[in-house]
């Protein structure tokens, strides 16, 4: 008997299909390099999926910014194009207004504060606020203490900060807080930021040292301000698309791989900011260590008086007395 040729092919993309959908290769991007802080989280994050669901879902990590800047991802995972996105909250507030309140300048004492925030009660809360918008924040990770860059002057007091022209993320309350310091804030997707500081359309730019560092921002700004300005957390964003998909032993799965996630991010945070400073002189930058951290708290002090109308005095003092 003479076989068809057609139904052989077709019988063969048909076992072919049967096979691949045995597991399914989800989709997760970040704006840093698979060596960074975001790559070990993601990292993490990818294994033990793959561990906990024996095999039946995989990550493809898209680091570098491969699938565009920070908003652009959480758009798509909105859209259901992308499956995960581990973006700081720099853009997430305007998908999630509740989210802006953690990006107030000099609101976190230090790590040990910002993350007894983050765990407790109130950072708990906000991930609550993300269902109603269309994405689910399956934990918090972290990006760090931001610090100031730039290709000028040393920036000690707010004074020395006036007049440049600094790279922010698109993030209002950033913005507000940065022009009490006389900063111009030049919002700019993150993946436009190393060739604008190569080309001095912008002066500086302000991000943690694992940023600093991935992004070999060394080769293009000589002054680093240890200002620690603002405190910036990171997400695991998922949608309820998919999550209402998995069942409820596969949610618990993806829900333990967030948070393992988020203290392997924290851990490389550490590891970061203890080691990287000296990694920047040795690549050349010149580090000012001590920053006259009370006159930038002067200087906010009307960007203060916006953010108690905005967010809520109290609210904003919850956060400020979690021991």
């Avoid at 009660?121 to 203490?145: C, D, S």
């Avoid at 948070?259 to 203890?274: F, H, M, S």
Wanted: a positive charge; one cysteine or more.
């Amino acid at each position: 008997m003479k076989l068809n040729p057609l139904l052989v092919g077709l019988g063969l993309a048909a076992g072919l299909m049967t096979g691949a959908s045995a597991q399914t290769v989800l989709k997760i991007g970040y704006a840093t390099t698979q060596a960074s802080h975001y790559g070990v989280g993601s990292t993490v994050f990818c294994d033990d999926i793959e561990k906990g669901t024996q095999g039946r879902y995989k990550c493809q990590q898209f680091p570098n910014s491969a699938l565009g800047g920070e908003r652009e991802m959480i758009e798509a995972v909105q859209l259901g194009t992308l499956d995960f996105v581990n973006t700081s909250t720099g853009p997430v507030g305007n998908f999630v207004p509740e989210v802006k309140i953690v990006d107030i300048p000099f609101l976190f004492r230090d790590y040990d504060h910002a993350r007894k925030v983050m765990d407790g009660p109130i950072g708990q809360e906000i991930l609550t606020k993300f269902p109603p918008k269309g994405l689910v924040a399956l934990a918090w990770t972290e990006n760090g203490f931001r610090h100031m860059t730039n290709s000028k002057h040393p920036i000690v007091k707010p004074s020395d900060a006036a007049g440049l022209k600094m790279r922010t993320m698109e993030n209002k309350v950033h913005m507000d807080g940065y022009r009490t310091f006389g900063i111009q804030p030049t919002p700019m997707a993150f993946p436009e930021v190393f060739g604008a500081l190569q080309q001095g359309t912008v002066d500086g730019q302000e991000n943690p040292i694992p940023v600093i560092l991935a992004s070999k921002f060394s080769q293009v700004q000589k002054y680093l301000s240890l200002t620690g300005h603002v405190y910036s957390p990171a997400l695991l964003i998922t949608s309820p698309r998919l999550m209402n998909k998995l069942s409820d032993a596969d949610k618990k799965v993806f829900n333990d791989a967030a948070k393992k996630a988020g203290i392997a991010q924290r851990k490389k945070v550490n590891e970061d900011e203890n080691n990287g400073i000296a990694q920047l002189e040795k690549d050349g930058m010149s580090v000012v260590r001590k920053v006259d951290g009370q006159a930038f708290r002067d200087a906010l002090v009307p960007a203060y008086a916006a953010y108690s109308k905005e967010f809520g005095a109290d609210n904003i003092r919850k956060i400020q007395e979690v021991k």
